[in-house]
């Protein structure tokens, strides 16, 4: 956790919260952008009590501001109306938040806990407006940061201990991507054959760069500059060194050649805050949909994102999640009663 400075009562706070599969990302945003204050925690399935611990300590943090909230992510939707906050589908929040903080970006390669995302920028032909085109696996858990810690686990690997491994001089065994479950039968059957729990690890990570350029891209070229988003991106150094590795493979196969001169380590780079951006981008495009909100209204502010306090989050928490859950038929009697 990070914070910097509280500020005076006329200030009002944008706070984005990215709720994941595996984590919650957080950050608190000041008028021009910048951070004031950013968390990022796996919630072991208690998302909406991590969004409550986050928002409780941002309020004490910044006790004399009005806090605005956007949440996005693949479980921001159903806490949206038990905070006040606004939702930002996630494909739109990591566009707008690299569109603002790195323009001249290509191409982003984002991991997740349980999704991957490719979003490509593209000339319009015959004008210089830029168009994008994202893909996104959110259907299947293989080559994402879920596997990842399945395989961990196997391997008797800590996650320090996998977040340091150089993959230089590696020997790259096969390890299927494409499924959790064929990953994990491939790992196995290595451990077995008594190969290096690190040579494992990086072949394990070779194979989702793989899958990723080979499937998720759909036969498109990502355009250089590539930004590697994600928790898996950001904390584990092999990724970033494999990228640079196979991604200029598929450029020669394309025929497709950088312009920019500059070295692969900036062509292809993990950011600051990499792990924050869909955050980020939530209140970045939060604060479009306002201005466009208002100019329509006539300047008159409606009060929408404003946070509404704890309560109706806490009773979400203690009672009303079960019920929504009995609504849908999913708590049923048991097959043996004890009466």
């Not at 072991?44 to 949440?71: C, G, S």
């Not at 589908?89 to 991991?111: F, M, R, W, Y």
């Not at 729990?197 to 759909?218: H, K, P």
């Amino acid at each position: 956790m990070s914070s910097m400075n509280n500020l005076p009562d006329s200030n009002i706070l944008d706070v984005g919260i990215d709720v994941g599969s595996t984590t919650v990302k957080a950050v608190v945003v000041d008028a021009a952008g910048k951070i004031l204050w950013k968390d990022y925690r796996r919630h072991n399935t208690h998302q909406p009590e991590l969004v409550r611990e986050f928002l409780t300590v941002i309020t004490a943090e910044y006790p004399n501001a009005k806090l605005r909230t956007y949440i996005t992510g693949s479980g921001g939707r159903g806490l949206t109306k038990h905070i006040g906050a606004i939702y930002v589908q996630e494909v739109n929040a990591v566009t707008c938040a690299v569109e603002k903080l790195h323009p001249d970006t290509g191409s982003v390669i984002e991991l997740g806990g349980q999704d991957a995302k490719v979003i490509i920028w593209r000339n319009a032909i015959g004008t210089d407006e830029r168009t994008t085109l994202s893909f996104m696996n959110d259907k299947c858990a293989g080559g994402t940061g879920a596997t990842i810690d399945k395989i961990l686990g196997k391997l008797g690997l800590n996650h320090e201990r996998a977040c340091a491994i150089n993959p230089d001089g590696k020997t790259i065994h096969h390890v299927a991507a494409k499924c959790g479950v064929f990953a994990e039968t491939d790992v196995v059957g290595l451990l077995k054959a008594g190969i290096d729990v690190e040579e494992i690890f990086v072949s394990l990570c070779t194979a989702i760069v793989r899958q990723n350029l080979e499937v998720l891209v759909r036969g498109n070229v990502l355009h250089e500059k590539v930004l590697l988003l994600g928790g898996p991106n950001t904390y584990i150094g092999a990724f970033a060194k494999l990228w640079r590795e196979h991604l200029p493979e598929t450029w020669k196969l394309h025929g497709y050649s950088p312009v920019s001169t500059e070295p692969l380590e900036e062509l292809i780079r993990v950011p600051a805050d990499a792990q924050y951006f869909a955050a980020l981008g939530a209140v970045f495009f939060g604060r479009a949909s306002d201005e466009m909100s208002l100019l329509f209204k006539g300047g008159i502010s409606t009060g929408h994102g404003l946070y509404k306090g704890p309560e109706d989050l806490s009773s979400y928490i203690e009672s009303g999640r079960l019920e929504k859950l009995e609504s849908y038929g999913n708590i049923r009697d048991g097959l043996i009663s004890n009466a």
